[in-house]
């Protein structure tokens, strides 16, 4: 299958936003695009394009790209930060007219987990 562009926002929630169930999930991770982050206060947004793929190099490298940039961003907001880790919320237009799908990706010190959301 062809990898594709597509919109993301992506926004940090401080605390824990915990579904009853969290199911690991094997969808595209994202490949953000560095010159559209803009940092504010309390929060990150991260609009697109951004490169889908689902098991290739250049997917790891885009994890560990987005997990330094939060890393880095989370010192202005390590303090509030929880012991379950930050909690981002990844929305995009699906394939349907107007319908989205969100995903929650879990960055703590153990590393980034992908899991579903409700």
Same mark, same amino acid.
């Given at each position: ?40 206060? &309390?929060?990150?947004? /991260?609009?697109?394009?951004? #490169?889908?793929?689902?098991?290739? !190099? ?5 994890? =560990? ?28 237009? &699906?394939?349907?007219? /107007?319908?989205?799908?969100? #995903?929650?990706?879990?960055?703590? !010190? ?5 899991? =579903?959301?409700?």
């Amino acid at each position: 299958m062809r990898p594709f562009f597509i919109l993301i926002s992506i926004s940090i929630t401080l605390g824990c936003s915990t579904p009853s169930v969290k199911e690991n999930v094997q969808h595209p991770v994202i490949l953000p695009a560095p010159q559209s982050m803009q940092l504010q206060e &309390g929060q990150i947004d /991260l609009k697109g394009p951004f #490169y889908l793929d689902v098991d290739s !190099e250049e997917a790891q490298q885009a994890v =560990a790209f987005l997990y330094d940039f939060l890393q880095s961003a989370n010192k202005k907001i390590s303090d509030d930060k929880a012991d379950t880790g930050t909690v981002i919320k990844l929305t995009y237009p &699906g394939a349907k007219p /107007l319908a989205e799908e969100a #995903y929650e990706i879990s960055i703590d !010190e153990a590393g980034i987990e992908v899991i =579903a959301s409700s």
